[in-house]
């Protein structure tokens, strides 16, 4: 069964920095895109980068861009996002997501704070 395992979550100074970790397995991780996806309490689920299959092209919303940085390694069948000068509003559970097509695979979460 496929399993999206998020890791690298926790309470950041605002400016601060942090890198999460997504484990896939049961699924051939180098054929799916992976996205970062992050929900704080009260809002709606907000994309906040994507990376396609092999890595070659990545995105982000202006809201992060800069700051964030989507990576992957397919021989470790592991996504990371870096995020860098945090603030609270960056504040959120976060989640990977595997997809391709109509398969669409989502992790736990993990929570980030950003505060002082």
């Known amino acids: 069964q496929v399993q999206l395992v998020e890791s690298g979550g926790g309470l950041v100074q605002p400016g601060g920095s942090l890198r999460l970790s997504c484990a896939a397995s049961?699924?051939?991780?180098?054929?799916?895109?992976m996205r970062w996806y992050r929900q704080a309490p009260g809002k709606e689920r907000e994309l906040v980068a994507r990376i396609s299959s092999i890595g070659r092209i990545s995105d982000y919303p202006d809201s992060v861009k800069g700051r964030f940085t989507i990576s992957r390694d397919n021989a470790k069948n592991t996504v990371y996002l870096q995020m860098t000068s945090l603030k609270p509003e960056d504040t959120a559970v976060y989640f990977c997501n595997a997809w391709r097509g109509t398969w669409d695979y989502w992790g736990q979460g993990t929570q980030v704070t950003v505060s002082s």
């Open positions: 049961g699924l051939p991780f180098s054929i799916y895109g």
